[in-house]
């Protein structure tokens, strides 16, 4: 049973942070927390997947991403649990490709742990929501995008940091009707991810007022631009494989593995700016975001960690902002006030976001503005104005109370 | 409008557009964050006059007591500037800790306390031994800097932490914390020193704090029709020597509210620029002049008529204002 959980990694990591909390600045210095301080451990779940290699070496995904923003905001509640008398540790644990959910589940709440980010694909982490029924345990998803788990496959147990794909698409939709590049061609990948991107895309273009002139499926997979001289392949491959007929405004590519998106950018017939998973891309948070004070957060992140901070690390930064917020808020380090007040109406956390974010109440999303970023920089970010709403312009994006399928229980 | 209200602005109007060589002659100091500059406009014309070259991104500014140079954080160059009011010359240069934001300085003139964003840190600064006299641990982006006016009381806020910071000026150990809503950017003390006033950006309220006991007597929110929520960001703030009426930066809701500060009940909004910042009073009361970011302007208010009277274009995100004689 030993080896499943990488039990070495695992007390590594809960060694290093329970030990170490950080004073502020460059005196940095180990401290052990007040003795009456109210201890609020955090779990940290890796489960290990199959992610295919991207095109671009700038997209491999760190092995700990998502890990290291969860430290950061551990770092962050220390700092303000020294006032509060609070204190949060962090706890790292690994399921491998055929671990057993229930039993790592079973696990932690041995470890007396029952608030845990995970970073893991739908399928797993509907395993482990299943197996934490009923235990005090709330999860929050850090890295399933599926709008599924937001409407028929949602659960109680689970609250969705990561934005969903619909979000993620209105959020595109609204800036590139804003631009009034409204006559989108669809070039979709093959996997399921992809059909996936493609069906929200149809609907953000349905939902917002584009229109998808004309659709093409990109079946090959390729690696030539690792082959010497591949590029010019590639470049005669694009160029032919995107002539069409049909007047455009835009190409939208849906294609999540990364199998040939960045290879459409400079590459097409027609002279037209792309967007979707290459290009101009809708994500939660970029490496040069700066505004809204979001400087700071990129500087501790980098003294962190030593790279540039990704969307996964967000996340697991924000889940665990959220229960520092939480804790304060409710004055408590009990398990229970905690998820209480995290689900409840008035619940609220900045994250350098120029405006609150917080938790819909018909299925656990985190509502939150999206930017639309090439790889440099964000262009934008949405919800764009005009696009108008009865209470809150950011609940334009994504699934919305009327529509929502989701029943919590 | 009552009629004294229009009197006040005519009177206003007229003082504004003829230049009155008197006493009571001020201009003000418009740090520009991404232009690195410095505007500067005469109070009597209107009108910018000079704009000058300083440190990188300069953000919180102030004048020193005795009204002879503007302090200046120059962020990115991890220094507070000191400028000569009326030469515009840096006469010299700061120690600031890193990433220097806002700052006040003791009532009696010395020392700076600054606020280090990226550090967790207050740094007290002596500014005629050009030395860090203390570093003080507070809570994740402290931001917000104000004293008392007997100068016993420093009081930061925390962006991260939500937090008010009550510091012995003496000791420089934290006395008290008060739980504040999301984001408090900035603090100002009532000139009797009875009560803290700390806006909240995120939570887009205002919390009125009894610095004695250390809790909050009232929470301000805000409301404009036809504004999102979410836009409403409270920033600046500046209340009357009388405590009369305090006035509060909306940020992108482009407004300042107007607020009674004896029964804490917001009265109007001035409409201004766009992303309104900070504020600054002229000594005598008569102007309070408004930072508009995203416009690249600042307004001028009349204090009397409250009533903005005109919008001056200064440099590229004017940030934070302070007011000298001239």
Redesign the interface.
Known sequence: MVDRWRLSGVFICTLFLVSVAV?????MAAQTSQPDAAQIPIAFVKAERNRPLPISRLNIVPEDAGLRGAELAVK?NN??GR??NQHFSLSYYELPKSGDAAALIDRIVQDSIGLVLVSANAETLLALSDAARGKPVLIFNLDAQETSLRQEDCRANILHITPSRAMLTDALAQFLVLKKWTRWFLISGVNPNDKAYTDSIRNSAKKFGARIVEEKLYAEASTTTRTDTGYAQVQKQLAAFTQISAEYDVIIVADESEIFGPYVPYRSWSPRPVAGTSGAVAMSWHPAHEQW?AT?MQ??FFELAGRVMGPLDFHGWLAA?AIG?AA??SNSGEFAAIRDYLLGPDF???AFK???VSIRSWNHQMRQPIAIATTEIPVSWSPQPGFLHQR???DTLGIDEPESKCELH | MPFSKIRAALLAGVIGLVPVASAQSYQAYISNEKDNTVSVIDLDTLEVVRTYPVGQRPRGITMTKDGQFVLLCASDDDAVQVIDAKTDKIVKTLPSGP?PELFVLHPSGNPLYIA??????VTVVDIERDKIVA?I?????PEGMAISPDGRIMVNT??????A?FIDTETHE?VA?V?VD??PRYAEFTSDGKQLWVTS????SVSVIDPARHEIIKKIGFQIPGV????I?PVGVRISKDRQYAYVALG?ANRVAVVDAGTLEVEKYLLVGQRVWQLAFTPDEKYLISTNGNSNDVSIIDVAAQEVIKSIQVGRLPWGVTVSPK
């Open positions: 004073l502020p600045g460059n005196r962050d700092t303000t006032f509060t004070g700071q500087n501790r902002r917020e304060t808020r609220g956390v900045a120029g405006q609150k809150a312009e950011v | 990433d280090n964003e990226d550090d967790n840190l570093e641990p507070v809570g994740v982006e925390s962006e991260t932490t939500n937090m910071h934290i914390n739980l999301s984001r950006e995120i939570g887009g999102q929520p979410e836009a960001q992108p």
